[in-house]
């Protein structure tokens, strides 16, 4: 019971965190492009990783490692299949990003400067706020999970 518990709480902080995080990352994006808002975007950009690798790992414990209601449920529940859809969209989304800010951390690393089109920085931008979108869809699809619908 009490590493259910705990799981389930780490699945939920993980959440919090990952939604302020890519906030944080589209507002950076937004702002000033210097060394400052560089750092804004990484640190953000950080969080964000890192709650996506506790939310993931503790989500598929609860739904597969025999924590919670067990595989089936979750397989046969349609608000599951949303959910997971919105994850697929989400990380589909981040490839883009994601490469780009590794790349900027390779060349900050090297003592490079780092480039980015004025258009690729808004773009990036509505990337993060459509996911923090989706995330936010996620969340809907789980409160529905819990009160036994999509069944």
């Known amino acids: ?74 397989l046969g529940n349609s608000l599951f299949a949303i959910k997971m859809a919105l994850l697929v969209i989400i990380l589909a989304l981040e490839a883009w990003p994601m490469a780009t800010l590794i790349g900027w951390r390779i060349r900050r690393g090297r003592g490079e400067t780092i480039e980015l089109d004025p258009r690729r920085k808004n773009l990036f931008a509505t990337i993060s706020v459509i996911q923090a979108g989706l995330v936010v869809g996620m969340v809907f699809a789980a409160a529905g999970m819990a009160r036994g619908l999509g069944n």
Do not use: C, N, P, Q
């Open 1 to 74: 019971m009490t590493v259910r518990w705990i799981i389930a709480a780490l699945h939920l902080i993980a959440l919090g965190v990952g939604l302020g995080a890519i906030w944080m990352r589209s507002r950076s994006f937004r702002g000033a492009f210097d060394e400052a808002g560089i750092r804004r975007i990484l640190s953000a950009d950080t969080l964000w990783g890192l709650a996506a690798l506790v939310w993931i790992s503790t989500g598929l414990l609860r739904a597969f490692g025999g924590l919670e209601k067990g595989s089936a449920y979750y």
